[in-house]
């Protein structure tokens, strides 16, 4: 079972820049492709972007491709988000999770959530 702990969300302008953590623990992590998601106050959680076990492969959702960017540090356990150019609509909370399905993007094909971060973008 893997545990995730997600880090470095806040407050920022729009245009600036953010980068998020996440922490996972347990020795199996490298063996999982990894996801972010975001849910809105009112919406439901979408999938985000996805990286491949190894970090060759990404995949990205249409609304944040070219401005977000997902990589991972199998030797930190840890996985990213990098995130350019925000806009006041990428404002969420933002989770990873474990992918059970190869390149799904319904949260139904991840599992193990972290409790998420706080990301809000102003205009």
């Known amino acids: 079972q893997v545990q995730l702990v997600e880090s470095g969300g806040g407050l920022v302008q729009a245009g600036g820049s953010l980068r998020l953590s996440c922490a996972a623990s347990?020795?199996?992590?490298?063996?999982?492709?990894m996801g972010w998601f975001r849910q809105a106050p009112g919406k439901d959680r979408e999938f985000v972007a996805q990286i491949s076990w190894s970090g060759g492969s990404t995949y990205y959702a249409d609304s944040v491709k070219g401005r977000f960017t997902i990589s991972r540090d199998n030797a930190k356990n840890t996985v990213y988000l990098q995130m350019n150019s925000l806009k006041p609509e990428d404002t969420a909370v933002y989770f990873c999770a474990v992918a059970k399905t190869p390149w799904g993007t319904t949260r139904t094909d991840f599992g193990s959530w972290g409790q998420g971060t706080q990301v809000t973008v102003s205009s």
């Open positions: 347990g020795r199996t992590f490298s063996s999982y492709a």
